[in-house]
């Protein structure tokens, strides 16, 4: 089936306006130190200018307010918004709350749309995805955060880190084990729990290599959470007990598409910096852009971004024909490439600016830090390889002789064309 990334004339031009929106209204407030309320009162307009134009929350389907746009089109959108961090929110996208959305939209009740996803689509509630521990994150079959059934109530208890914006959140999905009995990947399920939950105890940010310092209650944080004994209704379990691993597997296909893109966003401003660089600064007689190992790194990064598009188009393209389940290949792919394509980029252009690359003159070394949790978060690069390589492999059959050999295939080659290479031999 031929690969179609095109999008319609009429989203090309949503695009168009996204493009000058985000440069013009979005990144300039990037610079500035904002507190909650300054930022409140300077992006409410821009979102409602946002949601007049359909593109609020475009990642949902159109009955719940989304622009059903489809996977290629959310793509070539969140390659635009990655490129600052505000611009997100601003489109009522912003992680974890998109994905938290999209969760509960795909396995949740109607009374959890109602009550948790509309008011977090309307941006008056946030969340949070709670499911790494200390002891468990790139294998979450060892989970051991416990949820038990009381009545009509699951009472939880167990140990989380790198809940995200927990300690801004109104909500956390804990990810459980509800029957440690079961096959692993049927062990776990997920439950939504206010955070005003007695038992809920969010311990701290963890100030991290891209936060390193941190303000609890302040969006950006990673929190360390003990649950103790915290009791929720048994009607916040989302979907039936044993999907967890089923929900993280559908929540996390289409974010990391829109990751991808976002780090696409990124890279390219990393890259415009690096060629800008290049083709200002006087070294050694000649522009930085005469030198072959400048040009070097021009022309790889240029190819490495190129592919990390056309790698993340083709899966989302994928995720259109078949789902998140039938582009997990693909998927897994574009995860470790894109986050090794951001990081080398960001890198390149760091070192292109020498000592000025290395302040926070520009916004380089801040990427720089938040592309190294790019090859961490949503699964470390090397269980992404694993699955691409342990699925491949599934095509192929073990050999005891090469398929390739050459001698076994002359040999074939010869029984094949007996009768011709006989006759020609004759006629000699
Ligand atoms: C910035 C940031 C934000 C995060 N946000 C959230 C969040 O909101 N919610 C949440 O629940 N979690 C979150 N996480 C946690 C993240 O999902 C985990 O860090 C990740 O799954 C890896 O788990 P771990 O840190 O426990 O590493 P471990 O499981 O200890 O793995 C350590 C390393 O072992 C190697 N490794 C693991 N498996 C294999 C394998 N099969 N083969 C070869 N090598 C392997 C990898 O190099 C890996 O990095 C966040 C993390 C970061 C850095």
């Keep these: 089936m031929a690969w179609d990334f095109s999008t319609d004339l009429e989203f090309e031009e949503k695009l168009a306006w996204m493009r000058e929106f985000v440069r013009e209204e979005i990144t300039p407030l990037e610079t500035l130190e904002l507190d909650a309320d300054q930022l409140r009162r300077i992006t409410d307009p821009l979102k409602e200018e946002v949601k007049s134009r359909g593109l609020w929350a475009a990642h949902l389907p159109p009955e719940l307010g989304g622009g059903g746009f489809g996977q290629v089109p959310l793509a070539l959108m969140h390659e635009i918004l990655g490129q600052t961090r505000y611009a997100p929110s601003v489109f009522g996208n912003n992680a974890p709350d998109s994905g938290n959305a999209e969760l509960i939209a795909v396995g949740g009740s109607k009374e959890q749309k109602e009550r948790w996803m509309q008011p977090l689509l309307d941006g008056k509630l946030r969340s949070a995805f709670s499911m790494t521990e200390p002891g468990a994150g790139a294998d979450p079959t060892l989970l051991t955060t416990r949820a038990v ?62 936060e390193p310092e941190t303000k609890p209650g302040r969006p950006g944080g990673h929190a360390e959470i003990l649950y103790e004994d915290v009791r929720v209704p048994a009607e916040n379990m989302v979907g039936n007990p044993g999907d967890g691993f089923l929900l993280a597997q559908q929540r996390l296909g289409p974010g990391r598409i829109h990751h991808c893109m976002r780090w696409l966003g990124q890279s390219k401003r990393a890259f415009d910096m690096l060629c800008e660089r290049a083709v200002s600064r006087y070294v050694h007689g000649s522009l930085l852009s005469d030198k072959q190992m400048i040009q070097d790194w021009i022309a790889t990064s240029a190819a490495e971004m190129q592919a990390a598009r056309l790698l993340t ?57 938040a592309a190294r949790a790019a090859r961490i978060y949503d699964g470390p690069d090397e269980v992404h390889k694993v699955t691409v390589a342990r699925r491949i492999l599934r095509g192929y059959e073990p050999a005891e002789v090469p398929s390739e050999h050459v001698p076994t295939r002359r040999e074939a080659a010869k029984r094949k064309f007996a009768h011709i290479l006989e006759a020609a031999t004759d006629n000699d």
């Excluded at 801004?168 to 029957?179: Q, R, S, W």
């Excluded at 039938?326 to 897994?332: K, M, S």
């Excluded at 394509?341 to 520009?362: C, E, F, K, M, P």
């Design 313 to 369: 188009l083709q899966a989302a393209w994928k995720m259109d024909q078949a789902g998140a389940s039938g582009a997990r290949t693909e998927i897994a792919m574009i995860k470790f490439w894109g986050a090794s394509v951001l990081y080398n980029v960001i890198d390149r252009a760091i070192q292109v600016h020498g000592s000025l690359g290395y302040t926070t003159d520009l916004p380089l070394e801040g990427m720089y830090r």
């Design 149 to 210: 059934r009381d009545g009509d109530s699951w009472v939880i208890n167990g140990h989380k880190w790198f809940s995200s914006n927990a300690s801004a959140a109104d909500f956390l999905i804990v990810m459980v084990v509800t029957d440690p009995d079961a096959e692993p990947r049927r062990r776990a399920s997920m439950i939504i729990v206010p955070t005003d939950t007695p038992g809920v105890n969010i311990l701290r940010d963890i100030p991290t290599m891209g």
